[in-house]
């Protein structure tokens, strides 16, 4: 199912990313347990609420909720995973015009 895009972007895609794969969090179901924060820090970082974000390439932390980033080629087997077991099934990797490639709730 194709969804309109209104998530907010981070950053271009950037040599090294993998192709068109981005990923977010939907902060208002993270549990707040650390599993993403655990197979992917360089992507993934708590805030000061307690909740999971995303970082850009820069190692940014992206604040504003339901950011997306570029998933980096060489962790996307981690963050697939993280997507794959998310407790809170609020991971989402992406494509760009917005088709779930894994996470989310699952059916
Ligand atoms: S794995 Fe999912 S629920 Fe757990 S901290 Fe990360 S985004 Fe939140």
């Known amino acids: 199912m ?9 950053t271009p895609t950037k040599p090294g990313d993998s192709p068109g794969l ?4 939907d902060q208002d ?7 993403c924060v655990q197979y992917a820090p ?7 609420d307690g909740l999971a974000y995303v970082k850009n390439s820069d190692g940014e932390l992206q604040t ?6 570029p998933v980096p080629l060489p ?3 981690e963050i697939r995973d993280a997507a ?3 407790p809170g099934t609020c991971i989402y990797v992406e494509h760009p015009d917005g088709t779930l490639e894994v996470g989310g709730p699952q059916e």
């Open 75 to 77: 962790l996307l087997t």
């Open 64 to 69: 504003t909720p339901g950011t997306h980033v």
């Open 42 to 48: 360089s992507v993934f970082e708590f805030d000061i």
């Open 2 to 10: 194709v969804t309109e895009d209104r998530s907010p972007v981070a």
């Open 29 to 35: 179901s993270c549990t707040g347990d650390g599993l």
């Open 84 to 86: 794959e077991q998310c």
């Open 22 to 25: 981005r990923v977010r969090i």
